[in-house]
């Protein structure tokens, strides 16, 4: 047989590699168990550092129900502002009703991906009437806003393109981002000079651009402006994606989001994304647009192709309660004035609730983490479920209690939960009459 100088050399090469990998087999300690992962480890090492203050965790408290705008967790009933249930519909009779009917004709699941198993009727209408009330031409039902965005995102762009997003996205869009294998860059949030400004510099170098924002940003209670979006966005030609998760229900005269809010056509954003779990009172999500994106999502976004559809339940809940929107504009106006209510008891109360406009979701911002999951506890104890979050969620030095209006809260709830958490930021007891008056409230 026949060598030459590259079969020789190659063959070289393939021994050392050999070696090598033998070598490290030998050498490196295979690691089976899931308790070295650093993630666990950091789980612990909180866990210790709470138990050393004396601080329980907050987090996967058991809710044994519900009642009005209050819960019952630990077996005690407390005023609830931790649930995204805007205009109070996960209790309103329609939508248990829908989605029993929809249980005794469909069943409780579908069972596979529409795309191969076929879909109910539920399914379409729901997105006719979803694309209608925002103004666009379609939307596409994903089985959780999560989903909707990670695959969203990864699907329209890839290799050769630019993400540019708002620091405060939600994570779903910055796991989208990181998946799509896109080139990604962040301004400071509601930065749009920045923004403008890595349009300028890069926009050039890559074939498409994808601008994500959110609509009502979720820990931080304010809005971004679209118009000026908008024209970004047709000047440097790019996509302009808007996650209207918390807008829907909340912003514009009547509900319909972010768009309305701002006196804008929602046709000139390309991407829409929401939520069936906050207003709507169901769980899942969608994307809304135009006819070519739905398209392309409908036959590529993998959280929709290989996903199971949504079940015929929460489709049916979603589709009550946009309807019961529709026709009961009242509420949305009842939530924003309670949110007007809100703001002007906590800046009375001398509460910082940063940059809020007083939209559905109302901050308390409380420090570090300690001190914030410390604050959460005497406010919980004095009889008020609040939301809490702190970093990485918000940046370190930012934790805050997130106080979730709805529509059907009253003005002497939202009294009792601001001075409650003004006696315990300031270092006082809330008296046991405050206690018992929340344990009352329905």
Known sequence: MKYNAYDTVTAVVKSWTSKARSSNIRSTKRNSNFGSMPAYKSIRKYEKVGAMLGIKSPFFRAIGGRVGNSCIIDGRKVINFAWCDYLGLNQHPSLAAAAEAATDEYGTCVSASRLVAGETLLHAELEREIASFLGVEEAL??????????????????????????EFVHNSAVLGARLSGAAVRTFSHNNLEALENILHETRTAYQNVLIIVEGLYSTEGDVPDLSRLIELKQRFGAWL?????????????????????????????????????????????????????????????????????????????????????????????RLRANGRFFLREAASAGLNTGNSR??????VIAGDVIATVKLWHKVFDGGINSSLIVYPGVPLKGGRLRFFLTSEHSEDQIRLAIGTTSACLRGGRVPEANRAVASMKG
Do not use: Q
């Open 141 to 166: 039902l994903f089985v959780s806003g999560h989903a909707a965005n990670v695959s969203t995102i990864s699907t329209v762009v890839g290799d050769g393109d630019l993400i540019v997003h708002d």
């Open 241 to 333: 994606m808007v996650d209207d998760a918390h807008g829907l229900g909340i912003l514009g005269a009547t509900g319909r989001g972010c768009a309305e809010h701002c006196g804008i056509e929602p046709k000139s954003v390309d991407i829409w994304m929401g939520t069936l779990s906050k207003t709507l009172a169901s769980c899942g999500g969608f994307i809304a647009g135009s006819h070519a994106l739905v398209d392309v999502l409908r036959y590529a976004a993998p959280g929709f192709v290989y996903s199971v559809g949504l079940p015929p339940a929460m489709t049916a809940a979603a589709l009550a309660a946009l309807r019961v929107m529709k026709a009961e504009p009242e509420r949305v106006e």
């Open 358 to 363: 007083g939209l559905g979701m109302l901050p």
